[in-house]
């Protein structure tokens, strides 16, 4: 079977052949830069990567990085030129919004990574008389997204599709009323300038949108930071064994591991309160009647969970750190 050509930045070149490695894309900076490199750390995914190299070899799997800007990635994995990538799911509709997916083409969303939570969202001037994005339509309208932009006022004005690209060929629709331009940043400061009526932007906490006198009328999409595929990765075992790697990270940032003693008489009632993934793991005491109990508990209900299980009669209640994790 002959080896697929891969097209990719010019420094691969000085690194070798590529081509027995599987190719992970990852965000190069912004905002999922961090939170990606922590996860692949906690995957025991080793690499070094060299100054401005946007390439980094893996030392402990037949695995290479490349270092991508996100919105980026969805094209290199959905064109199969990259296995693997993580970006935001606001990209990944982005780049479905313009692209046609076909039976090798296309993206496969394998896993949320459940960071980088943001929204997608229509915004006008605070001080503006636009209350609903409806008001918008016939407007000017300014965003980095102009794929989702576009369907979102095509919906708006009761336009099913679109134009669509097919080989090349441009297949024209009904023009929308609705002037969509694209800025690629400081989207913000479009309506200040006189540039549009409103825009269509990435919202996390908000401050940027309020500083730049701007509030949000409505949603287009909320995303968080996904692990996605191409349709035909070159190591499907690989991208297997690396998802259950990062799925286990994240269960392990999720779960606390709860351990305590209790008479075995009050044993079913403890353990409704810590019933487990599954089911908590429960060990015989030496001491008559009493019984030791493990189980797997979500983070965010530790506290309350300690304070239910003493008022049942539960002692020697410890909470523990799970480095990294395998559970279904």
């Known amino acids: 079977m002959a080896t697929r050509r891969r097209s990719l930045p010019p420094i691969a070149n000085a690194l070798g052949s590529l081509n027995d490695r599987l190719l992970f894309a990852v965000p190069k900076k912004g905002r999922l830069n961090q939170a990606t490199l922590d996860l692949l750390a906690g995957s025991d995914i080793q690499f070094r990567r060299e100054t401005r190299l946007d390439i980094a070899l893996v030392r402990n799997l037949p695995l290479a990085l490349i270092f991508l800007p996100a919105a980026d990635i969805p094209t290199f994995v959905g064109e199969g030129k990259v296995d693997l990538g993580i970006t935001g799911r606001d990209q990944v509709a982005e780049h479905d919004a313009v692209a046609i997916s076909t039976e090798n083409a296309g993206v496969v969303e394998v896993l949320d990574l459940g960071f980088g939570r943001c929204k997608l969202q229509v915004q006008v001037p605070e001080k ?51 002037t969509i331009k694209y800025v690629g940043g ?37 995303s968080t930071a996904v692990l996605i595929r191409s349709k035909n990765p070159s190591n499907p075992k690989l991208v297997d064994l690396i998802a259950s790697r990062i799925q286990g990270v994240i269960t392990a940032q999720k779960y606390v591991l709860c351990q305590y003693n209790v008479q075995r008489s009050r044993l079913e009632t403890a353990t409704k309160i810590t019933p487990g993934k599954r089911a908590p793991t429960i060990n015989a005491l030496e001491e008559e009647g009493w019984v030791a109990v493990s189980s ?28 990294n994790s395998r559970s279904s």
């Not at 400081?186 to 006198?213: H, Q, W």
């Not at 979500?298 to 020697?316: F, N, P, Q, R, Y």
């Open 296 to 323: 797997m508990v979500a983070k965010s209900k530790i506290a309350t969970v300690m304070d239910d299980l003493e008022a049942v009669g539960a002692t020697d209640i410890l909470v523990l750190d799970i480095a």
């Open 186 to 222: 400081s989207v913000e400061a479009a309506c200040a300038l006189g540039v549009a009526d409103g825009i269509v932007d990435l919202v996390e906490s908000g401050e940027t949108m309020k500083a730049a006198g701007l509030k949000a009328i409505a949603t287009v999409i909320e």
């Open 128 to 178: 503006g008389g636009i209350q609903d994005a409806g008001e918008l339509v016939g407007k000017n309208v300014v965003t980095s997204f102009v794929g989702l932009s576009e369907a979102y006022f095509a919906r708006l004005e009761g336009e099913e599709e679109l134009e669509v690209v097919v080989n090349g060929d441009a297949k024209a629709k009904k023009r929308l009323q609705t």
